[in-house]
Structure formats: structure tokens, C-alpha cells
């Protein structure tokens, strides 16, 4: 995006959310060693016990003293393996999802936050896939605390975690369409019907334009 | 099958013989049940029901009074709150998130505005007075929530005493959160780059007379409940989750303390300048609900030996600044706590509205529009009285966060819910529940 003023103004300035501002965004490029703190070690110590790593992991990423690894889908479950059983990995905290709709090929993206108790440590994966071939292996024999999380990444976002033990929805109800934290999915964009009265959503009730 | 009965109406499904149980008519429920061939019984237990912590569904498969399956239904309090937050400015985002666990809404806020901070990039620059005030309200908080834990917890068991005891301790932190914040729950009260307002004349003789009188008043509830063999049999060696299954869950927090791991990100973590703090992470061996227990109440004199400290900290730091010194961020109104509550210093409406149009259109420019933050994402996680609670946050540059999810330690913890209970009795699913602490408005969200 540009910025324009002293505030970076553009558009309406309306941030209500229903006077249809838009913003796009992708993510950012990779980083160069020295990574600083554990980080060079711990990439030293995956590379070593993951001969693989250099066609696995697409990008390193160290921003604001948080490493991530960008991971191939393939190769998710065989490195979650070598990062729980090898470096200590025993938690993962779960998983979020993020949808960039004008990043062609890579749309949406699932994130999981790693926990090593033994070492105190952390590290992020991400996995990207396009809309139209949303599937990313599920975790849940690797951390079974995941199956609730790809549950809700699934119901919010679509992703589909294949070989879930039971890959339902699990905020909104079962037989709701869409997947409602995805960009294109319009904030309250559901008539309300109450006592007989038809009350629009709130993206068509008023305008700032 | 039988002969109607407006109490216990039964219709045949595909599934077998339904009952809607409608209340008053256990005698002629249990003759219908008596009269059928099948053991297995599937009983519905909630979304409205006084023992399940809120509008949490538990489907249960029950041989006789034993549980062979538990599945949890959730999403009854979904609000869509990750979602709304990307259409409101990053200082609007605390009065949703203050809304998740609403017992909790001092963690939840801090959680997120860290999170933002690490984004800004100004962690450190964050006056070292607005930490420690962070500090002392998040061990307050937890102080309530483990009241609300305990006093609920032991309600579901039969004890009522525990709950009025528990709830007195409560009012006493909600009473200085509305001296200090104006509000008593969903405060707001912790902004990105600080708090939100100083803490008002006196609060800190007030709040170290409320330490006294809590550190008394703990006793009430430790001579009733511990050792009680009654609470004991209640709560020994039931709900049962050891080490392997806590870690392979991803439990956190006092579920996870009870297994003997003295993991408590305070200690291991520091957020908040939380290493300048004195203080023990509470553990018990006995992996069940007693363990747990015991935690919460020994969690409450260590939170008491922290707000001591802060307090102490405190009266040092007089007058200090409470945001940080970047007008672009820190929110330019400066508001008042009159007699009804917050509102806004007539100071400040003077200064924009008469003598300065320059603050006026940085007021509004702040206000309507709010603040960039780089982009790029973080996970900041604190130590709630649940356990660890995320703030997984995406900024694309934007006024706005592009995503923002929180990671509920709730929402997270609940699915052990199987694992305690399934093999047990059907009275021990309550227990085994109340010592998770599951709000729901934290897991649905």
C-alpha cells in the first residue's frame, strides 16, 4: 500500500468497516543468516537431523525475534515428527489460518505455533495452498491437541486438514455455508429476521460514499 | 411404546427410542428406560444446564453410571470476534477482546496489546509504570477468576458455602478495578503502549488494605475445603490426566501445573518485566481435580505476594508516565473518572475545541482513524489463570489488524474433557470439567 499524509490516508477514511475499504496484502520475502539468538542453532540442528530440509522448507523467515519456517505441504507431517521427537517440540499451540485473496496459487495460509518446554523455545510453521486445492495433512497424530484448532481453521477458513479424525465445524453450525473469516465473506452479511421484520445486514444498512 | 405421558414424551428414530426430558418427570423416565432392552444410553447435558459452565453441550454414552464416551458441543457463544476486529482500529480491538474470556478480560487485553507492541516494535519503550500497573491488574485478575473457579467448581459439587466465600473475594477485585478503570468487567483498561489512565488518588493504600483483608479472607475457604473428606472424595483421583496426555493436548496452565511441571510462562517467559517479580510457580503430583484445586489456592498468596511488590514498585514510580511518549500512538483524550464513571476530561475538550486546532485534527485523525502498524505477524502468549493464552497477530500495514486470532487456553484445555472423563462415573464429568475452567465465552469467541 501507499501512504499519503501525515496519517497515510487513502480512500474514505471511513473505518467503520461498511464504507468498503480496501486493502491488499501479501506476505514477505525470506531472511538472511546470521538469524541471531537460538535460531542459527536450531536451523543447524533441523538441517542435521532432517537431511531433507533444504527441499522441505521454502523460506526462513526472522522477524521481531520470531523464526519461521515456510513448510512444503508434503512434508509437513515428516517435519513435525523430526520437531517433536529430535528437537523437542512437544506442544503445538495449535493452528490459525490466514486468507490473502490476491496472492495467486497460495490464498490461504495455516500457521502453527510451536512450544519446545524441554529447550524454551519457540518456532512457527507455515503452510500456503491455493483456494481451489485446499488441503493441508492434519496434525493431529503428531499433537492431538490439534484436532479442535483444524477444526476451527476448517469451519473459518476452508482449509481442509486431510485425514482429520472428524472434520466438522465446530463454531458454526453444520450445515452453515461459507467459511466466514475469509476475506471475500462480508462481515454480518446475514439478514436478521426478528419478529417479522426483515433487518438488512449491516454492510447494506448505511453508506459513507 | 407406552401410554402418552406430557412429561416425558418418547418418539422412535432411526437412532432408537428419543425422550425429551422437560424436568419434574424422572419417575417416569426412569420406567420408560427400565422398560427397554438397550443398555447404552446417549444423554444430551446442556447447552442449558447449571453445572456445565455456561452454554457448554456435553454428549454423553453413558452404561448405567458409567461414561464409555464424552464429546463436547461448542459454538453456542460464538460472536465473531477475531472477525469484527478486522474492521475496527487496533485500540478499538481491546473492547472486543476484553470480551472473550470475560473473566479474564485483563489477560486478554494484555495478550493483544503486547502482541501489537512487538509489532510497533516499542516493547521497550513501554513506560516501565504502565508495566507494572499491567502486572498488579492481571495478578488481581487472576485472583477472581480462580474465585470464580473454586466458588462455581464447588457450587456443582453441592458446597455452597465455597461459593459465597469465593464470590466476597471477587467483589473486592471488581471493586478496585471499578475504582480504577470505571468498569467491573470488559474494562479496556490495557492499550497499546500502555493503560489507559493513571491510577487514581489513594488506590494504592486502598488496594494494600483489600491485600490484607483477601489474605484473611482465604482462610475461610482453605478451612473449609481443604482436607474435607466429603471435597476429597469428591475430587481425589478423579478426572485424571497425567504428563504425556497434558502435553500431547497442548494443556497449559494449572490442568498442566497439577501433572508436577513446574511450567508457568511468568518464570519461563517473562512478559511485563514479570522476572523483577518474587515469586513461586505452584505444582502438585496427584494429576485430578484435587491437584488442580490445591493450585488455584495457592496461586491466590503468590498473585497476594505480586501485587505486594507492584505496590511497592508502585509508590517508586509516582507520576511516571502510564503510555508511551509517541503522540502517534498514545490516544490522545485524556479522560477523567467523574462520579458516573469514565469520561472525558474537560481539560482536554477545552484544549482541542478552543485553543488548539492542531489537537483537534490529530485527536480526530487518532480516534477515527488510528494508528499503522508495519506489517508482518507475532504470537505473544501470556500466563492466564486457564493457561497459555495466544495473540496470533497479522498486520498488512494497515490501521487494522488483517487477522487476529487468539489462541484460548479454554478453548484448547476443554478437549481433555474425554480423556478425564470417559471410564468414570457421571457425577465425576463435573468435576473433571469445573477444574478445567472452561469460559466459553473465551472458547467460542
Redesign the interface.
Known amino acids: 500500500m501507499t501512504d499519503s499524509g501525515m496519517f497515510g490516508t487513502h480512500g474514505t477514511g471511513d473505518t467503520s468497516g461498511y464504507g468498503g475499504l480496501v486493502r491488499s496484502a501479501t506476505s514477505t520475502g525470506s531472511s538472511e543468516r546470521p538469524y541471531g539468538g537460538y535460531f542459527d542453532g536450531l536451523v543447524d540442528d533441523l538441517e542435521r537431523a532432517y537431511p531433507e530440509f533444504s527441499a522441505s522448507i521454502e523460506r526462513v523467515i526472522v522477524d521481531r525475534g520470531e523464526l519461521t519456517l515456510h513448510v512444503k505441504r508434503e512434508k509437513l507431517v515428516e517435519i513435525s515428527l523430526v520437531l517433536r521427537d529430535t528437537l523437542k517440540f512437544e506442544m503445538c499451540m495449535g493452528v490459525s489460518g490466514i486468507h490473502y485473496p490476491n496472492n495467486t496459487g497460495r490464498e490461504l495460509v495455516a500457521v502453527y505455533p510451536l512450544l519446545s518446554m524441554t529447550n524454551n523455545r519457540r518456532i512457527r510453521l507455515e503452510v500456503s495452498v491455493s483456494e481451489a486445492d485446499a488441503h493441508i495433512p492434519s496434525l493431529v497424530e503428531v499433537w492431538a491437541g490439534n484436532n479442535w484448532h483444524e477444526r476451527e481453521t476448517f469451519d473459518m477458513f476452508g482449509i481442509i486438514f486431510d485425514a482429520h479424525p472428524g472434520l466438522t465445524r465446530i463454531l458454526m453450525p453444520d450445515d452453515w455455508q461459507g467459511h466466514p473469516q475469509r476475506k471475500d465473506y462480508a462481515l454480518g452479511g446475514i439478514a436478521v429476521e426478528y419478529k417479522g421484520a426483515t433487518i438488512p445486514p449491516p454492510s447494506e444498512r448505511r453508506s459513507y460514499s | 411404546m407406552t401410554t402418552f405421558d406430557p412429561y416425558a414424551p418418547s418418539r422412535e428414530t432411526t437412532e432408537g427410542t428419543v425422550f425429551s426430558v422437560t424436568g419434574g418427570d424422572w419417575d417416569s423416565l426412569v420406567q420408560e428406560i427400565g422398560s427397554t432392552k438397550e443398555e447404552r444410553v446417549v444423554v444430551n447435558m446442556g447447552p442449558q444446564h447449571p453445572s456445565t459452565h455456561g452454554v457448554l453441550r456435553l454428549i454423553l454414552e453413558l452404561e448405567g453410571e458409567t461414561v464409555t464416551e464424552v464429546r463436547c458441543g ?2 453456542y457463544l ?1 460472536t ?1 470476534i ?3 476486529m ?4 487496533w485500540t478499538q480491538g481491546t473492547t472486543f477482546v476484553t470480551r472473550m474470556d470475560y473473566l479474564g478480560p485483563i489477560f486478554n487485553e494484555t495478550a493483544y496489546c503486547l502482541a501489537i507492541e ?2 510497533l ?1 516499542i516493547t521497550n519503550d513501554v513506560p516501565e509504570r504502565a508495566s507494572v500497573i499491567r502486572v498488579m491488574m492481571m495478578e488481581l485478575n487472576r485472583i477472581s477468576s480462580h474465585m470464580v473457579a473454586l466458588g462455581t467448581g464447588a457450587l456443582e459439587l453441592g458446597a455452597i458455602t465455597p461459593m459465597f466465600f469465593a464470590f466476597r473475594e471477587r467483589e473486592i477485585v471488581l471493586d478496585i478495578f471499578e475504582m480504577i478503570s470505571g468498569l467491573r468487567m470488559n474494562m479496556a483498561y490495557i492499550r497499546p503502549g500502555g493503560v489507559q489512565q493513571d491510577l487514581p488518588e489513594g488506590a494504592i493504600s486502598k488496594i494494600r488494605d483489600a491485600v490484607k483483608l483477601m489474605r484473611k479472607n482465604f482462610k475461610d475457604n482453605t478451612n473449609l475445603l481443604v482436607g474435607n473428606s466429603i471435597w476429597l472424595k469428591r475430587t481425589q483421583g478423579i478426572g485424571y490426566l497425567d504428563l504425556a496426555g497434558a ?6 496452565g494449572p490442568v498442566l501445573r497439577s501433572t508436577g ?1 513446574p ?1 508457568d510462562l511468568r518464570k ?2 517473562p512478559y511485563c518485566g514479570y522476572e523483577n517479580y518474587d515469586f513461586d510457580v505452584v505444582t502438585a503430583d496427584t494429576c485430578d481435580v484435587y491437584g488442580r484445586f490445591l493450585i488455584r489456592m495457592n496461586e491466590l498468596e503468590q498473585s497476594l505476594r505480586i501485587i505486594e511488590q507492584a505496590l511497592d514498585k508502585l509508590e517508586n514510580l509516582d507520576g511516571a508516565p502510564v503510555m508511551v511518549a509517541d503522540k502517534k500512538i498514545a490516544w490522545p483524550a485524556q479522560l477523567a473518572l467523574g462520579s458516573d464513571g469514565l469520561g472525558n476530561s474537560l481539560n482536554h475538550i477545552r484544549e482541542i475545541m478552543g485553543t488548539s486546532m492542531e489537537s483537534l485534527i490529530h485527536h480526530f ?2 480516534v ?5 502498524v508495519p ?5 505473544q ?1 501470556v500466563e492466564s489463570p486457564k493457561g ?1 493464552l ?1 495473540a ?1 497477530v ?1 498486520s ?5 489488524p ?2 487476529m ?1 487468539f ?1 484460548e487456553p479454554s ?2 484445555n ?2 481433555a474433557t474425554s480423556a478425564m472423563s470417559e471410564g468414570g462415573m457421571i457425577a465425576d464429568i463435573i468435576a473433571a470439567v469445573a477444574s478445567i475452567d472452561p469460559v466459553m465465552g473465551g472458547v ?2
Open positions: 461448542i459454538g460464538h465473531g477475531e472477525k469484527n478486522e474492521y475496527r482500529s512487538k509489532l516494535g502435553t500431547t493436548l497442548g494443556i497449559t511441571l511450567w519461563m517467559q485523525k487518532l477515527t482513524e488510528g494508528f499503522h506489517a508482518g505477524q507475532v504470537y502468549a497459555e495466544g496470533h497479522v498488512d500495514g494497515g490501521t487494522r488483517y487477522r486470532h489462541r478453548f484448547n476443554l478437549q467460542d469467541r
